[in-house]
DNA sequence: CTTCATGGTATCGTTTAGGATACTATACCA
DNA sequence: TGGTATAGTATCCTAAACGATACCATGAAG
């Protein structure tokens, strides 16, 4: 790791990246509490290894706090620590610019089409 | 792609992601305008194939401009489109977390170090 | 004594990101 | 005629991310 400033950039993407790590923080986000076997329900196509191993992640970050009941069959609760909450205004902002996004690709992507068929519309 | 909310933090993290595209943005942002080789230069390790290949993904989702002289030898000018420069909010949003959560981490070692020094003290 | 549920590991294969290196086109300059 | 500079491509290779599948420990319920 450097110094300068977008060093601090991917420090805080490291953590949002992977396939499947913004998705388990809006599980969490939006259900405060769920078991493995709840994550494991919301996100269909995630393999249990990539969930342990992104959850694991996380938790070293102490963005997830896991929680482990001694019973058995095993309850392992997993929610955001208090300062994993902090995360919440990070993503609302990176959500609503990817929001912005799409509306201006496809605003682009309408402009391409109405060149490209006036270039063309002797068809 | 889906239409879950989480699916637009990851439409934008797309485009920020990849091991040097936080390091082109913000030199992009800090210089205005750079050849390509300024560029290559300014960023020590990488390769030309990835300077180009992330520029082409940047210019793609109309973040950057490429601007071509016609002169031998070439002459190309990359600068952030005023649609990118709308990144650059989030950009600091996500660098101000990133050095929280580098001041954060270090806290949570410090109170581990503290506690299991206490642990093994009769050193 | 077997089965079931839960929350995992372990092992292996595939796919993708990234890197090293060589090559190219062009016109000017010596 | 040959070298130089710029902005690339092309090809091959490695490493990391991700995925499929099988396996495991526990104790209660039947």
Redesign the pocket.
Known sequence: MEETPSCRVETALEILT???KPSILLELITHDTL???ELKRNLP??????L?AQLRELELNDIVH?EIYQV?????EYSLTDYGKTLIPVLNAINAWGEKHVEHLAQKDRLQDATSSSTSDSF
Chains 1, 2 share one sequence.
Request: charged share 25%; aromatic share 10%.
């Open positions: 992977g396939k499947w078991r493995f076997s196509n995630i393999t249990q290894k990539m342990t896991r058995v069959p095993p309850r392992v």
